[in-house]
Nanobody
């Protein structure tokens, strides 16, 4: 199994910044991609940002220009730098890791998405 641990959430005023971190460990094997989702009360979970192994990134339109996703492949970590935060950014943020499917040590493993426990981000004055 793969374990993901998020950190860096907290309370911040509108216009402020936070940096979220996600550390992966366990039977990682090969990473297909990593990213961040968020879910606010009364709203559906939404994809915030993704990053591939080659460094290609994608962002939700609501955060483009304000958020930056990055990763350190050697350390199995992914980050989300959040600037110019708005009250509507308030949500629980979840890190995910897509482990590539395939054969490892003679056994087949399907592609699996692993999730972190989530970290609360609250933007309020």
């Amino acid at each position: 199994q793969v374990q993901l641990v998020e950190s860096g959430g907290g309370l911040v005023q509108p216009g402020g910044s936070l940096r979220l971190s996600c550390a992966a460990s366990g039977s990682i094997f090969s990473i297909n991609g990593m990213g961040w989702y968020r879910q606010a009360p009364g709203k559906q979970r939404e994809l915030v940002a993704t990053i591939t192994n080659s460094g290609s990134t994608n962002y939700a339109r609501s955060v483009k220009g304000r958020f930056t996703i990055s990763r350190d492949n050697a350390k199995n970590m992914v980050y989300l730098q959040m600037n110019s935060l708005k009250p509507e950014d308030t949500a629980v943020y979840y890190c995910y890791l897509d482990r590539e499917g395939g054969y490892y040590s003679g056994s087949y493993y399907p592609r699996v998405r692993f999730w972190g426990q989530g970290t609360q981000v609250t933007v309020s004055s």
